[in-house]
């Protein structure tokens, strides 16, 4: 989805805000096909479906982040904590691990995409710590050992390149 986006502004066919609009409205559209897939109890489709959807808003925040410039630090960090939160209210409510580590994967992401300078190291190490602790909250309702070995070595992988990048007096 983001390759034609990208495709279709770069030949002239629409604008960057429109572009947004219909990714924002094709995450949406999954997540109204997951429902109804839910509905017809075709479970795994409509994992398939929770899956593309946080994936594709996750991507729209970045383009409309990064690409564009549209979003300034802080709103964007809100709108991709709200991702987040609605991945992991998703896995939970329909009993999705998949869609449990995609919100995982791309929590972790987050500080990476954001301005560096949007936080601190004490920031940083909270806002890693909270995530961690949403992932250990899934996991002791779900049992989900995937989740918790993601989590485990995505955290160790976070504070490394945060140890490895920050300077120390």
Sequence with gaps: IGYVFKLIHEKGFIREEYILLVGALAGGAFTAAGFFVRYKKRFVLSQVLFGGAVAVFYLTAFAAYVRYGLLDDGLAF???SLITISAYVLALTFNSLSVSVIGLLGSLFIPFIIDSGFFGVGAFGLYVFAVALMSTI?????RWRVLQFASIISLLSVL???LLSSTFS
Excluded: D, E, M
């Design 160 to 162: 490394t390149k945060l």
């Design 78 to 80: 809100i709108f991709l």
């Design 138 to 142: 899934v996991y002791f309702f779900k």
